[in-house]
């Protein structure tokens, strides 16, 4: 009978386990026999006899036994472990990225160490000579191991022996690379060993010039500089190639002591050593004698240690970027090749540094103005002073201020008025203005007066954001996220969640557009209540600063006005969620279909607000905000990009005679066409005529809308242009009120005007373009009717002016002149008394006044954003 499946397995593993075993015995008997053999021949009779008889014999066979022990112990000890120095032959060493701005130029560096790398054919001959003359004078020859140089170091190690001093010498530059990529600097003899093996087999896996260029690219020079070109920045503020014979020589120099050489306070030791290097070069034929003595009379030169010299303005920006390559990428070289602080990469970002300065100064303009540049008299923040070691201290809080000629300093002494403030660089003098609150330990901001003397300066606790978009592409162009990044990383443009205010009102109008209205369409302003059932009873909302007389608008007046009322009745007649669905469509947020969150009550960011705009602006088409372009590793691939289209025919080597290639649109259409441009037209009424008047005199083409939250603890602005929409938005960062004066119109609109009128240049004047379907019908500014006579214009007072239609609802024809001219005077005149039009007299009324509702949506628990 066959064997089941089940039986097939045990069968298998018995026959290999008995062949197993008889392999084993008869590999065991032949073993046997043959030593027997040995034991049994003449040779093991020799031995034997010459092991008894011969001491020499014996000696030798101790010396080999204890030769092959050392051997076996020495790759046990020592070599076993040894790192492959084929490791170098794909060795990265760690980069920082680089950061471009839209203009290509470098805007900023994450970096821990300073590093860059360079080939060997760009390294000048004369530097070369002067690291081979100072440090391996036999380089060309050697085999990685100098054997003439190793005993002067080791006879200089024995002298030092016990003295806690740390022998120098002996090692070549192949040993060197050996230490500094693959072994590390411990101090002691096994490394030294270790040095020499892996020396050995670099040589024989690398050629000459790659070891020099390793060398040359990774030793360390001091000021956190690893590499020449690195150190000849550091140093010198020079490239390589820009060096003097002297310069060169100081740079041979650094290796032995990068520490004291380096440094002022070591100058003569530095010239000492630089001037030796000369020697050297001289004895070795790097330079002429001639050339070595012009050189020794040079001073050395070194200009004084300095951060980067990266514009501060810059700081949101290069932060949000951080942040995202961080996500993406990880941080150090353990999270992968690619990472921020170690990958090399390069990176080419939407930052525009003319607007972003801009940005900056505008924000800041407006904090200064809302705070006063007195501001509230507390500290940036607090710690538990250590007298001994304050400028530690102040140095590990990291904090800096790009304003003025203000500098972040610590409390360090306060003895009734009398103040001593200290700063990270050691300096130190009196605060005077330092109200009474401020106690040792305090971090504050302090600008000089005069020779060691410095007053107290307060940052506006009103902060706030800003930030700047391309409609056509989404690219962030610019953005600030609060006074200055220097004083902490937490950006308000993109990651504080805030009421929006009526900046969010254009997108129910948008909605109710999308169902049948028109901006002549007449909405009732007055009073709208909500019952929320019997436990909270009804919801009355109110505009802001009151009023609401019973009147009917349109739509557009409604918009220009930002009347809550309207935009309520709105958003009822619309249906809510219909509304909510446009708040998520566009990005601004997700929220349930309450009536509050037609006026803002939900919470959003700077950034979200300005992405929906532009897709107003951009007739509807929405692109994903971005602000890196696209990243390239440290080879030049392009490992990421915004713009992910491809065009497999853009890079033909010859025209085929086919229509050029287009790339399709990246953008995502999530608004009607037609109603993204009604939204927009009126909300030009909103700047010519509105709440944002005062970006009127400014005589561009812009559209936008101001926001003011209950409290008011927000107050907005978001808007622009068909190329450019910016946001902006003030408050505290612990939400309270900001003054019952205080408006978008106000408060934001100006800060957005200056930041215009400062880049006008780089504001077209261009008018809005409408969509083919637009149809424009002269009609009556007050009641929205058509018109067959009178100029149209878009002033401020205009009584006739182009309205946007679509085809389906179009407006009729209205009233005559006369009476729309009486109708116009009653209005403006209500308005100036700061109260509603009375209601007109019906005419044509097909256009129809919004119904109240049987029954509407209870609104979101809590208090509704109101607006101006």
């Known amino acids: 009978m066959a064997e089941s499946d089940d039986q097939e397995p045990t069968s298998v593993r018995l026959r290999i386990r008995r062949e197993a075993s008889g392999l084993w015995s008869r590999t065991k008997g032949l073993a046997s026999g043959l030593w027997a053999r040995i034991r049994a021949s003449d040779f093991a009779d020799w031995y034997r006899a010459r092991w008894a008889d011969n001491r020499k014999f014996r000696v030798f066979n101790y010396l080999l036994g204890a030769f092959v022990a050392f051997n076996l112990l020495f790759w046990v000890a020592v070599t076993r472990n040894l790192p492959s120095a084929d490791s170098l032959l794909t060795y990265q060493p760690p980069l920082p990225t680089m950061v471009r701005g839209s203009d290509g130029e470098i805007v900023y560096s994450y970096a821990r160490e300073r590093r860059v790398q360079l080939r060997y054919v760009d390294f000048p001959e004369k530097l070369k000579g002067a690291y081979l003359s100072a440090e391996d004078k036999t380089f060309w020859s050697h085999g990685g191991v100098d054997y003439s140089g190793l005993i002067g170091a080791v006879f200089d190690y024995v002298t030092k022996l016990g003295s806690g001093k740390r022998a120098k010498g002996g090692s070549t530059i192949t040993q060197q690379v050996a230490k500094n990529i693959l072994i590390g600097n411990e101090y002691s003899v096994t490394r030294k060993i270790k040095e020499m093996v892996v020396a050995r087999r670099i040589e024989s896996v690398l050629e000459k010039e790659q070891i020099l260029e390793l060398y040359l690219n990774e030793i360390p020079l001091g000021r956190q500089s690893f590499g020449v070109q690195a150190a000849a920045q550091a140093y010198f503020g020079k490239d390589v190639a820009e060096l003097s014979l002297a310069q060169d020589a100081f740079l041979a120099a650094l290796p032995r002591g990068p520490e004291i050489y380096g440094r002022a306070n070591h100058a003569a030791e530095a010239v000492e050593r630089r001037n030796w290097v000369l020697d050297q070069m001289v004895r070795n034929g790097a330079a002429s004698a001639a050339e070595a003595a012009a050189a020794k009379a040079e001073p050395l030169g070194i200009i004084p240690r300095r951060g980067d010299n990266w514009d501060p303005a810059n700081g949101y920006f290069i932060e949000e970027v951080r942040r995202q390559l961080i996500d993406r990428y990880g941080e150090n070289a353990e999270t992968g090749p690619n990472s921020v602080y170690a990958g090399g990469l390069w990176v080419r970002t939407s930052l525009d540094p003319q607007l972003q ?512």
Request: charged share 20%; proline share 6%.
């Open 357 to 868: 300065k801009a940005s900056q100064d505008s924000l800041r303009k407006g904090l200064l103005g809302f705070g006063g540049r007195g501001g509230n008299g507390k500290p940036l923040d607090h710690v538990d002073l250590d007298k001994d070691a304050w400028q530690g201290q102040i140095a590990l809080l990291n904090k800096s201020i790009n304003f003025e000629n203000w500098r972040v300093g610590l409390v360090i002494g306060r003895t009734g008025n009398a103040v001593t403030v200290g700063f990270a660089d050691g300096d130190k003098g009196a605060l005077t203005g330092a109200p009474a609150t401020i106690a040792e330990g305090d971090v504050v901001a302090a600008a000089p007066v005069g020779t060691k003397i410095w007053t107290f300066r307060s940052i506006p606790e009103i902060t706030g954001g800003l930030l700047l978009e391309d409609a056509h592409s989404g690219r962030v162009l610019a953005m600030q996220g609060g006074f200055d990044a220097g004083l902490g990383s937490f950006n308000r443009a993109t990651q504080a969640q805030r009421q929006p205010g009526s900046t969010i009102k254009p997108f129910v109008y948008g909605t109710g557009l999308d169902f049948g209205m028109s901006p002549s369409s007449e909405v009732i302003d007055g009073k709208f209540c909500v019952y929320q059932g019997s436990s909270l009873g009804q919801k009355c909302f109110q505009n802001f600063g009151g009023g609401g007389s019973g009147a009917t608008h349109t739509m557009r007046w409604g918009l220009e006005q930002s009347r809550n009322l309207m935009t309520v009745r709105i958003a009822n007649d619309t249906g809510m969620d219909n509304v909510s669905r446009t708040f998520e469509r566009v990005g601004i947020g997700k929220y349930p279909p309450y009536l509050a969150f037609a006026l803002g009550a939900g919470e959003t960011t700077v950034q979200q607000m300005v992405n929906a705009y532009a897709a107003l602006a951009n007739n509807g088409v929405q692109f994903p905000a971005t602000v890196i372009d696209y990243v390239q590793d440290r080879t030049g691939k392009v490992i990421l990009r915004a713009d992910t289209r491809r065009c497999e025919k853009c890079n033909m080597a010859e025209w085929d005679g086919k229509p050029m290639p287009r790339f399709n649109s990246r953008g995502k259409q999530v608004m009607d066409p037609r109603t993204a441009f009604q939204v927009v037209h009126m909300l030009e009424g909103v700047v010519t005529r509105g709440t944002a008047y005062a970006l009127a005199d400014l005589g561009l083409p812009l559209f936008g809308k101001t926001g003011t939250t209950s409290g008011p603890t927000n107050v907005w602005f978001v808007g622009g242009n068909q190329d450019i929409v910016g946001g902006v938005y003030l408050g505290y960062d612990q939400p309270r009120s900001l003054g019952g004066w205080a408006q978008g119109g106000s408060v934001a609109a100006p800060i957005f005007k200056q930041l215009v009128a400062s880049t006008r240049p780089r504001w077209s004047t261009r008018p809005f373009t409408a969509p083919a379907e637009i149809h424009w019908v002269k009609v009556d500014r007050i009641s929205g009717k058509r018109v067959f006579t009178g100029t149209p214009g878009d002033g401020r007072d205009a009584s006739v002016i182009w309205e946007a239609f679509k085809a389906e609802s179009e407006a009729r024809p209205g009233i005559g002149t006369e009476e729309r001219e009486k109708q116009r005077a009653a209005l403006i005149a209500a308005a100036r008394r700061g109260a509603g039009r009375p209601k007109a007299p019906a005419a044509d009324t097909s256009a129809g006044p919004a119904k109240e509702p049987d029954a509407v949506p209870a609104i979101a628990p809590g208090p509704a954003a109101t607006s101006e």
